[in-house]
T-cell receptor, first 116, second 117 residues
Framework: KAGVTQTPRYLIKTRGQQVTLSCSPI?????VSWYQQTPGQGLQFLFEYFSETQRNKGNFPGRFSGRQFSNSRSEMNVSTLELGDSALYLC???????????????FGNGTRLTVT | AQSVTQLGSHVSVSEGALVLLRCNYSSSVPPYLFWYVQYPNQGLQLLLK??????LVKGINGFEAEFKKSETSFHLTKPSAHMSDAAEYFCAVSLSPEIQGAQKLVFGQGTRLTINP
């Protein structure tokens, strides 16, 4: 079974631009989460989608947005990029079903975004 | 609020020695705890998880962790370190979902494990 696939692996953008990152979950997984990883702040939760609906959101500004398609693939978008947005962006998928669900997250290898 | 604290941002051990990575949690409800490992230029890989079924949890690659409620700890151990264990390790707690099935992990700051030959 193929793992979580994130594209592109590396991205260089200029301050003020916008960027879209893509994530394909493991087949059968309906939940997709996004995390930002930086040396200073560590791993921080961005948002989670399930069946094309955002179920959970972290404490990030509105410049960060996402969506999920009917095939569970997800994209996240960052508008008006700032230098501080430079980070590794990780996508994770899980089954996402059931009350109190704590099924493990399966992570992709991430997209490393550099803002200059 | 639920959180995790990893004691020691860097740990160095000799090959064949015991590995001990410390994690303490803060939670007002029974926690769901995880250990993940991250190799350079890769994403996170699940080592093991605690979901209240057993206090001693065995994971992959010879790692295990023991849940101790009285100490609010979930330390990760491996009896004999191997060079391939060099990586960064993250402890995480799963927040109680407000929405059925919703997932959100809060991670510790990570511990970088170095293995000396």
């Amino acid at each position: 079974k193929a793992g979580v696939t994130q594209t592109p692996r590396y991205l260089i953008k200029t301050r003020g631009q916008q960027v879209t990152l893509s994530c394909s979950p493991i087949s059968g997984h309906r939940s997709v989460s996004w995390y930002q990883q930086t040396p200073g702040q560590g791993l921080q939760f961005l948002f989670e989608y399930f069946s094309e609906t955002q179920r959970n959101k972290g404490n990030f500004p509105g410049r960060f947005s996402g969506r999920q398609f009917s095939n569970s693939r997800s994209e996240m978008n960052v508008s008006t990029l700032e230098l501080g947005d430079s980070a590794l962006y990780l996508c994770a998928s899980s089954l996402g079903l059931g009350q109190g669900n704590h099924s493990p997250l399966h992570f992709g290898n991430g997209t490393r975004l550099t803002v200059t | 609020a639920q959180s995790v604290t990893q004691l020691g941002s860097h740990v160095s051990v000799s090959e064949g020695a015991l590995v001990l990575l410390r994690c303490n949690y803060s939670s007002s409800v029974p926690p769901y705890l995880f250990w993940y490992v991250q190799y350079p230029n890769q994403g996170l890989q699940l080592l093991l998880k605690y979901t209240s079924a057993a206090t001693l949890v065995k994971g992959i690659n010879g790692f295990e962790a023991e849940f101790k409620k009285s100490e609010t700890s979930f330390h990760l151990t491996k009896p004999s370190a191997h060079m391939s264990d060099a990586a960064e390790y993250f402890c995480a707690v799963s927040l109680s979902p407000e929405i059925q099935g919703a997932q959100k992990l809060v991670f510790g700051q990570g511990t970088r494990l170095t293995i000396n030959p």
